[in-house]
Nanobody
Framework: QVQLVESGGGLVQTGGSLRLSCAAS????????MGWFRQAPGKERELVAA???????YYTGSVKGRFTISRDNAKNTVYLQMNSLKPEDTAVYYC?????????????????WGQGTQVTVSS
């Protein structure tokens, strides 16, 4: 089991930026596929961005050009840089780790999840 701890959420005005971090336990972080998900009130959880162990990258359409996912294997950390934030980006953001490879890229089952961090964008 991988423990994931997110940080970096908060309140920001429209057009602002935030950088989310997700620190992972485990000695084989470099082999994990990592994803950032979000869930807004009354909505289903959605995959926002993912980065594979081989650094393939996926973004959902609504964040392309605004969000950047990256990873630092030396620090066991994955990041989500969020720029030009909009009120519709308001949600709880979760990072998740896949190492079982159940499913297909980028929509793996994802084995472990963080506790989530709140992002609120005011208009």
């Amino acid at each position: 089991q991988v423990q994931l701890v997110e940080s970096g959420g908060g309140l920001v005005q429209t057009g602002g930026s935030l950088r989310l971090s997700c620190a992972a336990s485990g000695r084989t972080f470099s082999r994990y596929n990592m994803g950032w998900f979000r869930q807004a009130p009354g909505k289903e959880r959605e995959l926002v961005a993912a980065i594979s162990w081989s650094t393939a990258i996926y973004y959902t359409g609504s964040v392309k050009g605004r969000f950047t996912i990256s990873r630092d294997n030396a620090k066991n950390t994955v990041y989500l840089q969020m720029n030009s934030l909009k009120p519709e980006d308001t949600a709880v953001y979760y990072c998740a780790a896949d190492y079982s490879r159940v499913g297909s890229w980028p929509l793996y089952k994802y084995d472990d999840w963080g506790q989530g961090t709140q992002v609120t964008v005011s208009s």
